[in-house]
């Protein structure tokens, strides 16, 4: 069958999909996006955590026909996403209307890019995704994917999270190599800096 | 294999008529897994995302009519007045990712023993409203697991909505696993009063082929409270009441040994989540402690 949906705020087909086949797979194997890690395929570990309609869910677990005419990002259109969301107040998502979002050339051929320590220059990630290059929060990296899109969005819902919120939002996603302490750091610092630029925003 | 995807109620009923086979998915975490591992292969997927009336609640007089759909994360952020044992069990269930998609229309559709919701839907007492294109009707919860895995639907019937009493006293859920977070339940534990009726009602998961009540245990319970006037003193409950209470429900259960947990200590456990659950609520009722929707330990 075929199936239409937004992908990082651009409308994407795809075709051929069998019934029965995840969100996951098709995002991984049709559309070139391979972020989202395949790894339990069966929600344990929240490695194919994306947003669909804003809400953070399980690829795996969401069957492509579901997402017809859906809203997906996925962890290469994050830092697009987080940007519009600061440019634009609150809403990052195709969903509300704003022009842009992620090309699936360029959403399959991005890389990260830190900030520059020395020069400040680059930057093409989201303040998530800095915030967990800077605290070490990434080690074999698998998880990572699953993590950032889980943690910009409790960011998003709640800029000033308590250590409880941020085990609570984080605990469908499970890392084997950080012990999640770092996790944890990267977590608290990109809601301290959000909080440093916006001072104003959120609740 | 085909994906139906019925615009509205109307014609999911249409559709499972016609295709009595076809497997309804939600919010897919149950479906799914079986389809990704292979344990599955419906004919038919009918997929009841579109049909936007199954994710809307409405609150009654005496109830609340809870769409199939309804988000476990809907139900633990704003139902906790109105269902609080249903509120607590749904945060339970495993991971935030899976609280944004699953509902309790698909705990009862799979009607797993170990569904988080059971014993919340048990001890409050609720009717599970399914339809086809032959009519409606309401099962009671009590009626509505049949075996493992096995419910009193009919073939070309869907769950709709459940109707849920609203609580009209304080309510405890209780849940034993190896970590807070992604756990199947090694048993758990769901309580009731109602102090309007006078009644306690429970509820236990995965310790038996199906979700039950402590029947004996709320019958002694019920008894020993009315004899020894306790809904009016409102006194503390004497151990020995909550003891035999505990070995009563502890009696109820019926387990198996298996990767979770053996059958002696699901049955050892039931009885502590029992008696415990007992004091959290009645604490609360006497108005002496911690609210009826806080705090699981």
């Known amino acids: 069958m075929r199936v239409n949906f937004t992908v990082n705020g651009r ?72 940007k ?9 998502t195709g969903a509300c ?12 051929q991005w890389q990260a890019k830190p900030l520059d320590s020395q020069t400040g220059e680059g930057g093409e990630l989201s303040p998530i995704q800095q915030a967990f290059i800077d605290a070490g929060a990434v080690q074999c990296g ?50 301290a800096r959000q909080s440093e630029t916006a001072p104003s925003q959120g609740a | 294999m085909d994906f139906l995807r019925p615009a509205s109620w109307e014609e999911a009923l249409a559709a499972k008529a016609e295709h009595p086979t076809a497997v309804p ?25 579109r049909i936007a009336e199954l994710r809307e609640w409405e609150t009654g007089e005496e109830t609340v009519r809870l769409g199939a759909s309804v988000p476990y994360t809907r139900i633990m952020e704003e139902l906790r007045t109105e269902l609080p044992g249903l509120a607590l069990a749904s945060h339970t269930v495993a991971s935030p990712q899976i609280r944004n998609r699953g509902g309790v229309g698909g705990n009862l559709g799979t009607a ?34 049949t075996g493992v895995k096995r419910n009193a639907l009919a073939e070309d019937e869907l769950i709709r909505a459940v109707h849920i009493k609203k609580a009209d006293g304080p309510q405890q859920y209780s849940k034993v696993g190896t970590r807070n977070a992604m756990v ?21 998961g995965s310790a038996a082929p199906t979700p039950i ?32 209470f505990a070995e009563l429900a502890s009696g109820a259960a019926n387990p198996i040994d298996d990767v979770r947990g053996t059958a002696n200590y699901r049955r050892h456990a039931v009885g502590i989540m029992a008696r415990r659950t007992l004091g959290w609520t009645w604490e609360s009722y006497r108005g002496t402690s911690r609210g009826s929707t806080e705090g699981v330990a």
């Open chain 1, 84 to 92: 519009q969301r600061a440019e634009h107040g609150g809403c990052g």
């Open chain 2, 112 to 145: 797993s023993p170990a569904g988080d919701a059971h014993p919340a839907l048990l001890a409050p007492g609720c009717e599970v409203e399914v339809e086809s294109v032959r009519g409606s009707r309401l099962i009671p919860i009590d009626d509505f697991y």
């Open chain 2, 184 to 204: 199947i339940a090694v048993c758990a534990f769901g309580i009731a009063l109602h102090p309007e009726t006078r009644t306690v009602r429970t509820g236990i």
């Open chain 1, 142 to 191: 698998f998880c990572t994917p699953g993590l950032l899109v889980a943690a910009d969005e409790m960011l998003e819902r709640n800029p000033s999270p308590s250590d409880a919120d941020i085990r609570e939002a984080l605990s469908g996603n499970l890392c084997r190599c950080t012990g999640y302490e770092k996790i944890m750091d990267a977590v608290r610092l990109a809601a």
């Open chain 1, 11 to 82: 409308p994407q087909e795809a075709d051929d999909v069998w019934e029965g086949e995840s969100l996951l797979y098709v995002l991984r194997e049709r559309m070139g996006l391979p972020g989202s890690k395949n790894a339990c395929e069966q929600g344990e570990c929240g490695s194919c955590t994306v947003r669909l309609d804003g809400v953070p869910v399980c690829a795996c677990l969401v069957a492509a026909g579901q997402a017809e005419g859906r809203d997906v990002v996925t962890v290469e259109g994050l830092a697009d996403y987080a």
């Open chain 2, 25 to 49: 998915i939600a919010g897919g975490t149950d479906v799914m897994v079986e389809i990704n591992f292979d344990h599955r292969r419906p004919e038919y997927l009918l997929d009841l995302n």
């Open chain 2, 213 to 244: 009540r402590a029947k004996a245990a709320e019958e002694f319970l019920n008894a020993a409270l009315e004899e020894g006037g306790f809904w009016e003193s409102k006194k503390i409950i004497t151990p020995s009441i909550a003891k035999q």
């Open chain 1, 97 to 108: 209307g704003t022009p842009g979002g992620t090309s699936l050339q360029d959403a399959q």
